[in-house]
């Protein structure tokens, strides 16, 4: 069995420099201290947690904050609102703001956009309440076309007036087709194409991600693709390949990986998502090509050996 990890996978820029940060500051011997907050987790992904939780990291929710006085936060890649550096400043808190450069140029576009404003991300998820901090209560969040429907029918909470001007960003992780699918949903509602300004903010490592991982999933027969489940990154990636590749599985950790997926004649790929480190996908690799690859021979020989002894 032959195994490949895909070379355009494992973290993206903002992550690698936050996690970078996040390491230099927990290490005294670069002038770092042995215990550092993260707001949130500085990356999506258990098992890479684990480790800098080992060298002094904490995850803490805004909750802990704000009780938290005269001590060192992290804030990750996905950004903050306004609010949050708000309370910094008001408890002492010395903030060491990893927010990814491509996120806090997209956060500056939109707290310059006037009129109305609609984000196409994940409800919920830190860089998009990032996103809508900086609009000050006027920007709306698509998950969907579906979305747009519900709210033109005027089925939702939110309201869009689609008579009047809007302006569009996406949270930098979706999909770009996706979001191609929001933009022409919105202009269908709209009385004039004149009104809808489309700022397409997907992160171009991502976007370009999107065409290899296809390719990557296409040539190979079976995909292992590793994120963790709370990754939105990962989702959307995942689902990409299942599209090409319908013998993809989505592991967070060896354990879940099942020896029945395989065959002796396969080329398995490995790929992750943003927020997946490159040695959990070495890790992955070294797992298949030894205990699988001897667990598939020693299968093989059982096969034969039982067949001689019919003899
Ligand atoms: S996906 Fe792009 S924008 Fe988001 S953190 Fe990574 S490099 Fe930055």
């Known amino acids: 069995m032959k195994v490949e990890i895909d070379s355009s996978s494992g973290f993206c820029y903002g992550v690698i420099r936050a996690v970078d940060t996040a390491e230099k500051n927990l290490n005294p011997a670069m002038g770092g201290k042995n215990q550092l907050y993260s707001l949130g987790a500085i990356v999506h992904n258990g098992s890479e947690l684990t480790r800098l939780e080992r060298k002094g990291l904490e995850v803490i929710d805004l909750e802990r904050m704000k009780s938290l006085r005269n001590t060192r936060v992290l804030i990750r890649a996905h950004g903050e609102p306004p609010a949050t550096y708000a309370l910094a400043t008001e408890n002492n808190i010395t903030l060491i703001d990893c927010t990814c450069p491509v996120v806090l140029a997209l956060q500056k576009k939109i707290a310059s956009t006037d009129g109305q404003i609609v984000i196409f991300g994940k409800n919920g998820h830190a860089e998009v309440n990032g ?19 519900r709210i033109s029918e005027g089925k939702d909470d939110r309201k869009i007036d689609f008579g ?14 996706e979001f191609e699918h929001v933009c022409g949903a919105i202009k269908d509602k709209m009385l004039s194409d004149n009104l809808l300004t489309i700022h397409n903010t997907i992160c171009r490592q ?16 079976v995909i292992i693709f590793v994120s963790g489940h709370d990754s939105s990154n990962g989702h959307v990636l995942f689902e990409l390949c299942k599209e090409v590749n319908n013998r993809s599985y989505h592991i967070q950790s060896l354990e879940q990986i099942d020896k029945k997926w395989f065959k002796k004649s396969d080329i398995v790929g490995i790929c992750g998502a943003t927020s997946t480190p490159k040695w959990q996908l070495e890790s992955v690799r070294k797992f298949l090509k030894i205990t699988l690859n001897n667990y598939i021979c020693s299968k093989l020989n059982r096969l034969i050996y039982g067949n001689y002894s019919r003899f």
């Not at 996103?131 to 429907?149: K, S, T």
């Open 131 to 149: 996103l809508v901090g900086r609009a000050e209560g006027r920007a709306v969040v698509i998950e969907n076309r579906e979305d747009v429907e």
């Open 164 to 177: 009047k001007p809007i302006t569009i960003f996406s949270q930098t992780t979706k999909d770009p087709v």
């Open 206 to 221: 991502v976007a370009n991600r999107h065409n290899d991982l296809r390719i990557f999933a296409k040539e190979h027969s």
